[in-house]
């Protein structure tokens, strides 16, 4: 496929604003990052028989954002009302132990949502808040965050070498990359960057399956219609029912996938990947917002800039 200007100056566009985003440590190298995983690091306990969470880990595998290997394979997601009405004591313990963890290997304060299903962590801006969101979305553990307050998913089966941990690996990874990685003049233009992509379009996020179970009939509809047009534009297989609030694109390639989840980022849409399956976000409000169609815009518009960068 031949390059036109457009494409040119589009891919080049990019280029920049990937390079503002990710931290000063991937400024050149960011195309050369491997998806390999350094593997599972053993838990550690301190006299009392605690878990000493910081002191598991010397160093961390690449951002998803940049390239590298999401921590988790599969999504992790807040736990349902139900779940934690039915074990409140097991999910108070969860709770405690993610605020513990989470406080040990940030520095910053952790507490209990009063949104169940979640504990907050309180971030120095909203900016910070709102790129690690994208950051640890990408690693496959959903968030949110609510002006500089980050939501992390919590439930009452989470185990502590599994869920737990997931999440506090999670955090831990990606505030060390912006707080050790991501020098402050740098920081304060990713802040002004996020902010003026959310004044011009809102972000895109994926409905919790709260959300979708209120509005189930609307949903199956955006759901089918996206699909649909998915695969018209592109010939690629989408899955619909795997997890509520995304739709699955199967890419051609790791790589390919890799390549539109992170230039997913520059049109403030939430993505994540599982192998070469491209994830995206669904809710039922979509088409009543004209977001499906910004959606369908975005996912065309990068996916034939993946073909004519040769991904």
Known sequence: MSITLEDAIALEELEKRLKEILPALYSD???????????????????????????????????????????????????SIRDISAAETEYGRVVQELCRGVSLVTGLAARQSDRLGWIEVRCHSVGMAAWLVRAIVMENVMARH???????????????????????????????????????????????????????????????????????????????????RIAALSGLPC?????????????????????????MVTENILTRREAEVLFLP???????????DRLLRSFSRLYHLSSVARV
């Open 146 to 228: 609510d002006k500089a307050t980050l939501l992390l998913p919590a439930g009452p089966a989470f185990r502590l070498n599994k869920e737990i941990k997931n999440v506090i690996t999670t955090i831990a990874k990606t505030s060390h990359y912006w707080l050790e990685h991501t020098p402050a003049e740098q920081k304060e233009s990713i802040e002004g960057l996020l902010a003026e992509m959310a004044s011009d379009k809102a972000l895109l996020e994926p409905a919790l399956e709260t959300e979708v179970a209120s509005g189930l009939d609307t949903y199956g509809s955006v759901l089918d219609t996206i699909g649909e």
């Open 239 to 263: 899955f619909k029912g795997r997890y509520p609030g995304w739709i699955g694109v199967e890419c051609p390639s790791v790589r390919r996938a890799i390549w539109i989840m992170r230039a």
């Open 282 to 292: 669904v809710t039922p409000a979509f088409d009543a917002l004209g977001h499906s």
């Open 29 to 79: 190298s960011y195309e050369d990052v491997q998806p390999v995983s350094m593997g599972s690091a053993p838990l550690k306990y301190d006299l009392d028989g605690n878990v000493a969470w910081n002191e598991i880990w010397a160093s961390f595998c690449d951002l998803a954002m940049a390239g590298g290997p999401p921590h988790r394979g599969s999504l992790l997601q807040p736990a």
